[in-house]
């Protein structure tokens, strides 16, 4: 399996994201590719109608444990699956770092997407001054720790310091990380962190790195299909 996944953050509003959809529709993307794009939740309902007839699967960013509720400001997988979403980013590192996500909450949107029948990707990953403390496993099995593999679960590391600042991990650094998650929850796995369509092909040459999860270069069309291209060559 290798999945490439656009995480479109804040940017997009209806008519942009309905635009770029159409517009990736005609790219040149490759069968054995799982293309996904995340929009915000005011942009879902047009991505889906947009890319509706096509293999590429449309997320949400983030989703709540309940079904319904008292919950202002937040939407359930109920309301999600009725727009035709088919699954959800859960603690990105933007969300733990601006947001309060702790591991505990994230395993509970995890746990309650997945049983409601969403397909879900759980970010995790270290800040720079975790890893310069030499702290970088002990981060990743905590933030793991409470997850179970599931056939609908994908796990991304995003080294938060490679978050939209062009720093890439190196493949060797990425796989490292890979490997010692996966020896703990054996699910697929996603790089994420400044990835281009010029790194994208050695990153996902690496054995563990299974697909990636694409910010900043996925918002424009060629770059985003071109990084789809990599995973293949
Ligand atoms: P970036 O973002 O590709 O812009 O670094 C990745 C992410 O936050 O998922």
């Known amino acids: 399996m290798t999945l490439i996944?656009?995480?479109?953050?804040?940017?997009?509003?209806?008519?942009?994201?309905?635009?770029?959809?159409?517009?990736?529709?005609?790219?040149?993307?490759?069968?054995?590719?799982?293309?996904?794009?995340?929009?915000?939740?005011?942009?879902?309902a047009e991505a889906v109608q947009a890319l509706a007839g096509t293999e590429i699967g449309v997320f949400a960013q983030n989703c709540h444990w309940a079904a319904e509720g008292a919950f202002t400001g937040e939407v359930s997988a109920?309301?999600?699956?009725?727009?035709?979403?088919?699954?959800?980013?859960?603690?990105?590192?933007?969300?733990?770092?601006w947001f309060g996500e702790t591991d505990e909450l994230v395993a509970r949107r995890v746990h309650a997407c997945l049983e409601a029948g969403l397909h879900v990707i759980a970010c995790v990953g270290e800040t720079e001054e975790e890893r310069e403390a030499g702290a970088t496993h002990k981060v990743l099995r905590r933030q793991v720790a409470s997850l179970e593999a599931d056939d609908n679960l994908v796990i991304a590391?995003?080294?938060?310091?490679?978050?939209?600042?062009?720093?890439?991990?190196?493949?060797?650094?990425?796989?490292?990380?890979?490997?010692?998650?996966?020896?703990?929850?054996?699910?697929?796995?996603?790089?994420g962190g400044s990835v281009k369509?010029?790194?994208?092909?050695?990153?996902?040459?690496?054995?563990?790195?299974?697909?990636?999860?694409?910010?900043?270069?996925?918002?424009?069309?060629?770059?985003?299909?071109?990084?789809?291209?990599?995973?293949?060559?």
């Open 157 to 191: 590391y995003e080294p938060i310091w490679a978050i939209g600042t062009g720093r890439t991990a190196t493949p060797e650094m990425a796989e490292e990380a890979h490997q010692s998650i996966k020896e703990l929850i054996d699910v697929p796995m996603l790089y």
């Open 5 to 44: 996944a656009g995480n479109w953050k804040m940017y997009k509003g209806p008519a942009e994201a309905a635009a770029f959809c159409r517009e990736l529709r005609q790219a040149d993307l490759p069968a054995d590719v799982d293309v996904v794009v995340c929009p915000s939740f005011t942009s879902l």
């Open 78 to 97: 109920p309301m999600l699956q009725e727009l035709g979403v088919y699954g959800t980013l859960v603690g990105h590192s933007e969300r733990r770092q």
């Open 197 to 233: 369509p010029e790194n994208a092909a050695e990153l996902l040459a690496q054995p563990s790195i299974d697909g990636a999860l694409v910010g900043g270069a996925s918002l424009d069309v060629a770059s985003f299909a071109a990084i789809c291209g990599a995973a293949v060559s």
